[in-house]
């Protein structure tokens, strides 16, 4: 092996060294060209995405974490509390900073702080509004005296532990706020109180009725996709135009349609008063049931179509062979086909797994009240009640969770086995 | 010997309408190598899959030590199997493939190892044991999917086109090494084939199969040196047909004529009796030429003219065309045709009786081209 070699090199120092980097620069050269376009030719959905899916996205996910609201309209009080901790006295000299600050602020940046100290603490938005009326521009010479003649509140720690934790510029507390949990008055985090617990519930309860519409899917659609996938080719298009079927509709429409059959003066019910099997409609809607059937029915080809084309590259030689070497059926399909099908199933019910998460328009449709998931309080909270930041922490999560599903499935399937359609 | 399977009338029908297979008898001896060789939809390979036990006979039956296999699925009859593509499990590496036949049969862990392990040195893949089938190169699988179909000791391995995917030279060694362990074994072998010269190469016996029926059967010398059809004549090797007028029928042999040609004395093949239709088949290694001033002592003798010579190597061909218009090939030594092998040279053809059969002609039409220059078979 090394004399070949040896000589090769010799040769090549003596007298190819010189052609030999003309070599390496006319296929770069050649190369070039087909780069250029390739960039070209994905430029533009480079740009779109970058325009209108990663800024927005990273600009909404940013609000979960910056919190300026308080800093830009409090600045002098924020400068003062900046060397405090709630295990000192208070300093004498935040009473004249937010008395400035209060005299000098723009009414909507006032707002925006009041509001934001009120997703803290509650109460302070209200302390906040009755301070800066009474004050009416008045910049009165003993500040202290002032503020706790307007309320006792500002002679306590309360008020300026809030101020204090909401002065960013960035911040945990919408973080903390999406997992239930809040910093107390010394900064340690703790579970907020047990009637205000509501996002682990709603965490939970999105990845339930996930997991249950998944795992139904699968047992839906695997024995279906098997059919498909080795029956005549005319009989499978004719499945797969079944299942396809749905796409062609919008989600909302589905779902409507599904809320016209289960309603309790829809067809089921009607068709059930009539043949007398019941005396009063059954309550089919706004529940955990009729929310389960919809998502199934919406996702099933996602499961369907994954799954299909991966039976359809499995030869049907591989049951035969295994049958020909003495395995029973079933032992032939758990040694032999399914082992071959896992990618299949893994990216199915990633595929449907991950929208079930995400999912709003249904559950707000057929869902009750406690069968929302996340989605349904990121949307309350960007809509109603306009706090962005809670918002944002909570599509953090949402994110989060998908992508440490989507590392655990790339883990446990090794690198070369997604197979999305 | 003893037939270790029987066919017995065996019939199959997927439309209700045409038969794949037709009324079948076939006794397999115990451990002799039988090809199945045919064209493509001659019912080989249904006839095979039936006895693998994938496909079940519309009428007659199968038996297999003397008992029927109708009811018995096919993982209980202890056939192995190496099909076309050799399905491999992919999932699995070669020695876990080549386990599975004895996990499935619950032997023991020990026994299992040391099984693998011969079956593994047996095809010569000691060392590749560890690696998964579509790291390997086609004649790797394929050695594999032999040692696989093996490993469990059964009574019979069907083989279903085996050699199809791999190159021409690969194959030829295949052949080779699949005999050899067939020797050494001595285990019944069922192989399915479209390729006659592998069939010749490797068989015991050939059974030839067309439109769903056998043909000839026989040993490779049998079938070449003694075709009992025009079909077989024209499948097996090169032969050249040519239509004839049977003038008479002598016993063992006929007189007819090649028109525009001269006589022709033959073998009696296949004729009806009273028949006066019928081709005669001689080899190209059997058809001599001679210069045409030349003597010629062969029984059948023609004038005939050379329309294109073909070197290959060893051999050349030359395309002759008689008087009367009749096309043949023959195959010489190129020394011995140096001289007047020459296109547009006038020569003498000529060959022996005996190595000659006149054969009624078959509807299926011979190919235009003489089989010989389509490829060197």
């Given at each position: 092996?090394?004399?070949p070699?040896s000589?090769?090199?010799s040769?090549?120092s003596v007298s190819?060294?010189?052609?030999?980097?003309r070599?390496?620069?006319?296929?770069k050269?050649?190369?070039?060209?087909?780069?250029l376009r390739?960039?070209g030719l994905i430029l533009p959905?480079?740009v779109?995405?970058?325009?209108?899916?990663?800024?927005?996205i990273?600009?909404?996910?940013?609000?979960?974490v910056?919190d300026?609201a308080?800093?830009?309209?409090l600045p002098a009080?924020?400068a003062?509390?900046?060397?405090w901790?709630?295990?000192?006295e208070?300093?004498?000299?935040v009473?004249p900073?937010?008395?400035?600050d209060?005299?000098?602020?723009p009414q909507?940046?006032f707002?925006?702080?009041?509001?934001?100290?009120?997703?803290g603490?509650?109460g302070?938005?209200?302390?906040?509004m009755k301070?800066?009326?009474?004050?009416?521009?008045a910049?009165p010479?003993?500040?202290?005296?002032?503020?706790?003649?307007?309320?006792?509140?500002?002679?306590?720690?309360?008020g300026?532990v809030?101020i204090k934790q909401a002065?960013g510029?960035?911040?945990?507390?919408?973080?903390l706020t999406?997992?239930?949990?809040?910093r107390?008055e010394l900064?340690?985090v703790?579970?907020v109180?047990a009637?205000?617990?509501?996002?682990?519930?709603?965490?939970?309860r999105?990845?339930?009725?996930?997991?249950?519409?998944?795992a139904?899917?699968l047992l839906?659609g695997f024995?279906?996709?098997?059919?498909?996938a080795?029956?005549?080719?005319?009989v499978?298009r004719i499945?797969?135009?079944t299942v396809l079927?749905p796409?062609?509709t919008a989600?909302?429409?589905?779902?409507l349609?599904w809320?016209v059959?289960?309603q309790r003066?829809?067809i089921?019910?009607?068709?059930l008063?009539?043949?007398?099997?019941?005396?009063?409609?059954l309550?089919?809607?706004y529940n955990r049931?009729?929310?389960c059937?919809a998502?199934?029915?919406?996702?099933?080809p996602?499961?369907?179509?994954?799954?299909?084309?991966v039976?359809k590259?499995?030869?049907?030689?591989?049951m035969?062979?295994?049958a020909?070497?003495g395995?029973?059926?079933w032992?032939?399909?758990?040694r032999?086909?399914l082992?071959q099908?896992?990618?299949g199933?893994?990216?199915?019910?990633?595929l449907v797994?991950i929208?079930?998460?995400?999912?709003?328009?249904v559950?707000a449709?057929l869902?009750?009240?406690?069968?929302?998931?996340?989605p349904?309080y990121?949307a309350?909270y960007?809509?109603r009640v306009?706090?962005?930041?809670?918002a944002a922490a909570l599509s953090v999560?949402?994110l989060?969770?998908v992508?440490v599903?989507y590392?655990?499935?790339v883990?446990l399937?090794?690198k070369?086995a997604m197979?999305l359609g | 010997?003893?037939?270790?399977?029987?066919y017995?009338?065996?019939?199959?029908?997927y439309?209700?309408v045409?038969s794949v297979?037709?009324n079948l008898?076939l006794?397999?001896e115990?451990g002799?190598?039988?090809t199945m060789?045919?064209p493509s939809g001659?019912g080989?390979t249904?006839s095979?899959?039936?006895?693998?036990?994938f496909?079940?006979p519309?009428?007659g039956e199968?038996l297999?030590d003397?008992r029927s296999?109708?009811r018995?699925?096919?993982?209980?009859r202890?056939?192995?199997m190496?099909f076309?593509?050799?399905a491999?499990f992919?999932?699995?590496t070669?020695?876990?493939?080549?386990?599975?036949?004895l996990?499935?049969?619950?032997r023991?862990a020990?026994?299992?190892?040391q099984?693998?392990?011969?079956?593994?040195?047996?095809?010569?893949?000691?060392?590749?044991?560890?690696?998964?089938?579509?790291?390997?190169s086609?004649?790797?699988q394929?050695?594999?999917?032999?040692?696989r179909?093996l490993?469990?000791?059964?009574?019979?391995?069907l083989?279903?086109?085996?050699?199809?995917?791999?190159?021409?030279?690969?194959r030829e060694s295949?052949q080779l090494e699949?005999?050899?362990?067939?020797e050494?074994l001595g285990?019944?072998?069922?192989?399915?084939t479209?390729?006659q010269?592998?069939?010749?190469?490797?068989?015991?016996?050939i059974?030839?199969?067309s439109?769903g029926a056998i043909?000839q059967?026989?040993s490779?010398?049998?079938?070449y040196?003694r075709?009992?059809?025009?079909?077989v004549?024209q499948?097996i090797?090169?032969?050249?047909?040519m239509?004839?007028?049977?003038a008479r029928?002598?016993?063992?042999e006929?007189e007819?004529?090649?028109?525009?040609?001269?006589p022709?004395?033959?073998r009696?093949g296949?004729l009806?009796?009273?028949q006066t239709d019928g081709?005669v088949a001689?080899r190209p290694?059997?058809?001599?030429?001679?210069?045409?001033s030349?003597?010629?002592s062969s029984e059948?003798s023609?004038?005939a003219?050379v329309?294109?010579v073909?070197?290959f190597?060893d051999?050349?061909?030359?395309a002759?065309?008689?008087a009367?218009?009749?096309?043949l090939?023959?195959?010489?030594?190129?020394?011995?045709t140096a001289?007047f092998?020459v296109?547009?040279?006038e020569?003498t053809?000529?060959?022996?009786?005996q190595?000659?059969?006149?054969y009624a002609?078959?509807?299926r039409p011979?190919?235009p081209?003489?089989?010989a220059f389509?490829?060197?078979?």
């Amino acid at each position: 092996m090394a004399a070949p070699a040896s000589a090769a090199v010799s040769f090549g120092s003596v007298s190819a060294s010189e052609p030999h980097d003309r070599l390496w620069r006319d296929l770069k050269r050649s190369q070039r060209a087909a780069q250029l376009r390739a960039i070209g030719l994905i430029l533009p959905l480079v740009v779109f995405l970058i325009l209108v899916f990663i800024v927005p996205i990273g600009m909404l996910l940013s609000r979960s974490v910056s919190d300026l609201a308080v800093p830009r309209a409090l600045p002098a009080t924020v400068a003062a509390l900046a060397g405090w901790t709630p295990a000192k006295e208070i300093p004498p000299q935040v009473y004249p900073a937010l008395v400035e600050d209060i005299g000098s602020a723009p009414q909507m940046l006032f707002g925006d702080a009041a509001a934001r100290l009120e997703t803290g603490t509650p109460g302070m938005r209200a302390l906040m509004m009755k301070t800066r009326s009474r004050l009416q521009g008045a910049a009165p010479s003993d500040a202290r005296k002032a503020l706790t003649g307007i309320s006792p509140k500002w002679d306590t720690m309360e008020g300026w532990v809030a101020i204090k934790q909401a002065s960013g510029p960035l911040t945990d507390h919408y973080l903390l706020t999406a997992l239930d949990l809040h910093r107390d008055e010394l900064g340690k985090v703790t579970r907020v109180v047990a009637y205000e617990r509501v996002f682990l519930a709603a965490i939970g309860r999105t990845f339930g009725i996930a997991f249950t519409v998944t795992a139904l899917a699968l047992l839906l659609g695997f024995p279906f996709a098997f059919l498909a996938a080795t029956s005549s080719d005319r009989v499978s298009r004719i499945l797969l135009f079944t299942v396809l079927l749905p796409f062609w509709t919008a989600m909302l429409v589905r779902a409507l349609s599904w809320s016209v059959l289960l309603q309790r003066t829809g067809i089921i019910n009607d068709a059930l008063l009539r043949l007398g099997l019941v005396r009063e409609p059954l309550d089919l809607m706004y529940n955990r049931f009729a929310l389960c059937i919809a998502l199934i029915h919406i996702f099933l080809p996602y499961m369907v179509l994954p799954l299909y084309s991966v039976m359809k590259t499995i030869p049907p030689q591989h049951m035969r062979a295994a049958a020909s070497l003495g395995a029973r059926p079933w032992m032939a399909f758990r040694r032999v086909y399914l082992p071959q099908v896992v990618p299949g199933i893994g990216a199915g019910a990633l595929l449907v797994f991950i929208q079930c998460l995400g999912v709003f328009v249904v559950p707000a449709l057929l869902g009750g009240p406690n069968d929302q998931g996340l989605p349904y309080y990121i949307a309350f909270y960007v809509n109603r009640v306009l706090n962005w930041g809670l918002a944002a922490a909570l599509s953090v999560i949402l994110l989060l969770s998908v992508a440490v599903l989507y590392a655990l499935y790339v883990r446990l399937s090794g690198k070369s086995a997604m197979v999305l359609g | 010997m003893d037939a270790i399977v029987r066919y017995s009338d065996v019939s199959k029908t997927y439309d209700g309408v045409t038969s794949v297979v037709r009324n079948l008898n076939l006794d397999i001896e115990e451990g002799e190598f039988l090809t199945m060789l045919g064209p493509s939809g001659s019912g080989k390979t249904t006839s095979l899959m039936m006895l693998a036990g994938f496909e079940a006979p519309t009428s007659g039956e199968i038996l297999l030590d003397g008992r029927s296999l109708a009811r018995v699925p096919p993982h209980r009859r202890d056939i192995g199997m190496v099909f076309q593509n050799y399905a491999l499990f992919p999932h699995m590496t070669v020695s876990e493939n080549i386990a599975f036949p004895l996990q499935v049969r619950k032997r023991p862990a020990a026994e299992i190892e040391q099984r693998v392990k011969r079956a593994l040195d047996m095809v010569h893949l000691s060392t590749l044991g560890g690696r998964r089938p579509l790291q390997l190169s086609g004649g790797q699988q394929q050695r594999v999917a032999v040692a696989r179909a093996l490993v469990f000791e059964p009574k019979i391995i069907l083989m279903d086109e085996p050699l199809g995917a791999l190159d021409r030279q690969l194959r030829e060694s295949m052949q080779l090494e699949i005999r050899s362990i067939h020797e050494r074994l001595g285990v019944t072998a069922v192989y399915v084939t479209h390729d006659q010269g592998e069939a010749l190469t490797m068989s015991d016996r050939i059974a030839i199969f067309s439109n769903g029926a056998i043909e000839q059967l026989g040993s490779p010398e049998e079938l070449y040196s003694r075709p009992s059809n025009a079909f077989v004549a024209q499948f097996i090797g090169e032969n050249n047909l040519m239509p004839c007028a049977v003038a008479r029928t002598s016993g063992l042999e006929c007189e007819a004529e090649l028109a525009g040609s001269g006589p022709v004395r033959a073998r009696y093949g296949d004729l009806s009796p009273g028949q006066t239709d019928g081709v005669v088949a001689v080899r190209p290694e059997k058809v001599r030429v001679r210069p045409k001033s030349a003597m010629d002592s062969s029984e059948n003798s023609f004038s005939a003219v050379v329309e294109a010579v073909v070197f290959f190597g060893d051999h050349v061909k030359l395309a002759l065309r008689l008087a009367g218009g009749q096309k043949l090939v023959s195959r010489s030594l190129p020394e011995d045709t140096a001289t007047f092998g020459v296109v547009g040279q006038e020569l003498t053809v000529g060959w022996n009786t005996q190595d000659c059969a006149i054969y009624a002609p078959r509807s299926r039409p011979a190919p235009p081209i003489p089989v010989a220059f389509a490829s060197q078979a």
